[in-house]
């Protein structure tokens, strides 16, 4: 039996979550038009299934989905509660449901191929990627733009989650300030390794998201999350008897200086947290998608590979896994550690810093309010620890996750292989 021939097309996306979404609406903003698109994934996403938080410029784009955003924003710690004026920033609060709807719409307008199955391989030979679905089909791409998630190419070394879970609260009585929202609020009990915070996003004064997160190595359980919430519920004085839960939401980000490999074949982009946009240091990923969602549109437009910029320098990367290995060591204390970084610099400084996008100069100013030791310590363990990985001739095998394994190199060139 002779194979089907796979429909030929311009571009794949492998994944058809955050990071395509907000692709597939900017190729319809930037007016591509004349690209045959295929989106492969086994779920369509629609509706409420996660609520993105993120900073920026007010932007015309983004601001009439937004649900909410505010010019202050509050970071608190036992010993304090700061009010930051963001200016000229905001935080921002977008929820999936219009994301996704932008996206269906952009989708119907670029006439795109909908295949509503996993991508299982995507064999890359230089020239076209074959791609192959669950449902026994597949097509033939000139570009694969993957979005699929995945381990990272090896083990970090720190490896850490940010794990959350948050309640929509309803209220019967005004209860929170729409004006501002609570960004971080380390007065939570902190773990024993790792950090915890909560905070608050309220899109009116009854109506709010409420959120406990940990950045640490292990999840809790189910009811450890709902008895933490409980707690910094009572924590900001809220009275449950006039309070409903109207949605939960979940989730858990990786927190690593493990490599995500952005480009794994020569036709073969990776987008979203596949593609190294979860920022290490806070699983902030947003900004860094939509960044390159337009940076990759614009190219096509203008006739070029859809390759976009790093989602961050790698100087910041390496700040990262220095910041991440001089907390989870325990040589700096995570409430500590951002308090000083929102004590000794503009809170607009920081947050650009966290987004990747300061300058060197100003990255010295953030490093130097740090507490310099427990930061060398941090600097001089991650020095030593490259220097080691160095010196080993191979990578233990075991180390390496079985999905990233690549089908065998008598496929195609192998290079761009990959089971889903
Ligand atoms: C609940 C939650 C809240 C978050 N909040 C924030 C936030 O406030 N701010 C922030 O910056 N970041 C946040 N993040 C992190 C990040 O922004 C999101 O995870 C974002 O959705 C990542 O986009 P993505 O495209 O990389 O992955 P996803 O959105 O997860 O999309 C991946 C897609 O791949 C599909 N897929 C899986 N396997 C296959 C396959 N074999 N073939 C084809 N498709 C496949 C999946 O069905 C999915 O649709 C949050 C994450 C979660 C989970």
Redesign the pocket.
């Known amino acids: 039996m002779t194979e089907a021939v796979p429909l030929d097309v311009d571009l794949a996306l492998?994944?058809?979550?955050?990071?395509?979404?907000l692709l597939l609406a900017a190729l319809d903003r930037h007016g591509v038009r004349d690209l045959r698109i295929a989106v492969?994934?086994?779920?369509r996403?629609r509706g409420q299934?996660?609520?993105?938080?993120?900073w920026g410029h007010p932007d015309s784009d983004l601001d009439p989905l937004l649900s909410a955003s505010w010019r202050q924003v509050e970071v608190a710690t036992p010993a304090r509660r700061r009010l930051l004026d963001l200016a000229p920033l905001r935080y921002a609060m977008l929820r999936?449901g219009p994301v996704y709807d932008r996206a269906a719409e952009a989708e119907r307008r670029l006439d795109a191929l909908r295949i509503v199955?996993?991508?299982?391989s995507a064999v890359d030979d230089g020239t076209r990627v074959v791609v192959r679905t669950?449902d026994g089909g597949g097509v033939r791409a000139g570009w694969v733009l993957d979005?699929?998630?995945r381990p990272p190419a090896r083990p970090g070394r720190t490896t850490w989650l940010q794990h959350?879970r948050g309640w929509w609260l309803e209220s019967d009585q005004p209860v929170f300030d729409p004006a501002r929202a609570v960004l971080m609020d380390f007065r939570t009990p902190q773990p024993a390794r790792g950090v915890s915070f909560g905070y608050v996003l309220p899109v009116s004064d009854r109506y709010a998201l409420v959120e406990y997160t940990e950045f640490s190595p292990a999840l809790l359980t189910d009811a450890g999350y709902d008895a933490a919430l409980i707690r910094y519920r009572d924590l900001l004085g809220l009275d449950p008897a006039g309070l409903r839960v109207r949605e939960v939401?979940?989730?858990?980000?990786p927190m690593t200086d493990a490599p995500f490999p952005a480009r794994p074949s020569p036709r073969v982009v990776r987008?979203?947290?596949?593609?190294g946009?979860?920022r290490p240091s806070t699983?902030?990923?947003?900004?860094a998608?939509y960044r390159q969602a337009d940076q990759v549109a614009r190219a096509l437009a203008a006739g070029r590979p859809p390759v976009p910029d790093p989602a961050y320098p790698r100087r910041h990367r390496w700040m990262d896994a220095v910041a991440l290995r001089a907390l989870d060591r325990g040589g700096v204390g995570g409430p500590e550690f951002f308090d000083r970084l929102f004590d000794r610099n503009p809170a607009e400084r920081v947050l650009r810093f966290l987004d990747g996008v300061t300058t060197p100069a100003e990255e010295i100013a953030i490093m130097n309010s740090t507490r310099l030791l427990p930061m060398i310590a941090a600097t001089a363990g991650d020095a030593a620890h490259r220097f080691r990985d160095r010196l080993r001739p191979t990578r233990p095998a075991a180390a390496i996750p079985a999905a990233v394994v690549g089908v065998p190199p008598t496929v195609g060139r192998g290079a761009g292989s990959e089971p889903?």
């Open positions: 492998l994944g058809g979550g955050g990071a395509a979404s492969v994934d086994p779920v996403r299934d996660r609520t993105w938080a993120f999936s199955a996993p991508a299982v669950g979005s699929r998630p959350f939401e979940n989730g858990v980000i987008l979203g947290t596949a593609g946009a979860t699983g902030f990923t947003f900004s998608m889903g």
